[in-house]
C-alpha cells in the first residue's frame, strides 16, 4: 500500500518536472490524465487510512474531494489529512524519515539520516512533513526535502 502510494507520489512528482511544475500543462498530457484516472492510488490511500485507524490507533478524518473542473483542470480539494503528530523538529523530520524507509524498503546510514536532519530542521514543521506523507506537500516542501536528499547524497532511485 505504502509502496503504492510512493510509486504515484514519484510518478506526479517527475511528471510535475517535466511540465516545469505546471498542473494543467501536466494534466493535459497522456501521462497525466492516466495518472488522474488511476483508481489504485485513492484505494491504496483508503487502505493505509484503515491500517493507521485499526492497527495503530491513529484517528483519520474523512477528506472530501471536490472533482469539479476548473479551467479544464481537475484540482483535488482535501479539506483533511490524516492526523498524524509528528512532532516538530528532529524528532518530526526523524519521524518522517521512518515513513520514508517504510515506503521505500530502504534503511539510511546513520550519516545520511544525520545530514537530512541537519538539512531540514530550520527549513520545515512537523505539519508540512504531514502534509508529504499524506501526499500534500507544497513545492517549496518538495523543494527542501529535495535539496536535503540530493545535497546529503541519498539515492533516492533505489
Not at 25 to 36: D, F, I, R, V
Not at 59 to 67: I, L, N
Not at 70 to 91: C, K, M
Request: aromatic letters at 4%.
Amino acid at each position: 500500500t505504502v509502496k503504492t502510494l510512493v510509486t504515484n507520489e514519484e510518478k506526479l512528482e517527475d511528471l510535475l518536472a517535466e511540465n516545469d511544475y505546471d498542473v494543467e500543462k501536466m494534466s493535459a498530457t497522456e501521462e497525466g490524465q492516466a495518472l488522474s484516472e488511476d483508481a489504485t492510488t485513492e484505494a491504496a490511500g483508503e487502505d493505509l487510512e484503515a491500517y493507521l485507524s485499526d492497527k495503530c490507533g491513529i484517528e483519520t478524518d474523512d477528506t472530501t474531494v471536490d472533482t469539479a473542473p476548473v479551467d479544464d483542470t481537475i484540482i483535488p480539494d482535501v479539506s483533511s489529512a490524516a492526523g498524524i503528530d509528528l512532532g516538530e523538529g528532529e524528532e518530526a523530520i526523524n519521524k518522517f524519515l521512518d515513513f520514508y524507509e517504510l515506503g521505500t524498503s530502504t534503511t539510511l546510514t546513520d550519516d545520511e539520516r544525520s545530514c537530512i536532519v541537519s538539512a531540514l530542521v530550520d527549513e520545515v514543521t512537523g505539519d508540512e512533513l504531514n502534509q508529504a506523507i499524506n501526499g500534500e506537500a507544497s513545492e517549496q516542501l518538495q523543494q527542501a526535502l529535495g535539496l536535503a536528499f540530493i545535497g546529503c547524497e541519498v539515492d533516492v532511485a533505489g
